[in-house]
């Protein structure tokens, strides 16, 4: 996400709402990412919700997504991006600042573009019927440090069912028109900045929007 071209695509911002997935949808919801009483982390932009309802109908019977975050305050993406950071930062006291922030990006986007703060992101996973989580080969949200890079989307070190699971995840997130950031097998979006320069469109329609504009 640090790369240039993310920050130099246009927003061409289309006013689209934000939606409660709990409300506006039969989506199965965790609520581990719930911080706050505005409940931000269940939001979306109307357009990605649709397009995770279409991604679900394709999944295997007995299979479900699992949404665990979406929207994400900008005042929140920039602690959680400062947070890793110093991680980076207090590990690596000889790296320069912008060393830091390129590793930084491979897992927490740079708050000014981040597809979480524009209702354009969603961190997922899959379900059984009973909505217990399906191997995936690491936890969500771990680092590149702690998983050996297994975090990634394509990584090698993971064994063949959590293969197979992301495997079927991507396909029909993919097909749905979402786009995966490779660094972290569970981020999709769809509508912003990364997206824009992955499906070569002309401009993001979805720029950082703040909750209470809904």
Known sequence: MSDA???AVPVQEC???????RRDSSLLVDERKW?????AFAYLRHGVLERLL???AQLPRGVRLLFVEGYRPPSLQRHYFDEYAAQLRAGHPDW???QVRSAASRYVSPPEIAPH??????????????GRELDMGTRMNA???ESAGACYTQAENISEQARS???????ALATAGLVNYPTEWWHWSYGDRYWALMTAADAAPYGPKELDSV
């Open 5 to 7: 071209r993310v920050a």
């Open 15 to 21: 006013g689209e709402r934000l939606v409660d997935v």
């Open 35 to 39: 911080q706050d009483s505005s409940g």
């Open 54 to 56: 279409e991604a679900q």
């Open 96 to 98: 320069s600042v912008e």
């Open 117 to 130: 703060s524009a209702g354009a992101a969603v961190d997922l996973t899959l379900a059984d019927a009973d």
């Open 143 to 145: 680092t590149p440090e």
């Open 165 to 171: 699971h992301r495997d079927v995840l991507g396909a």
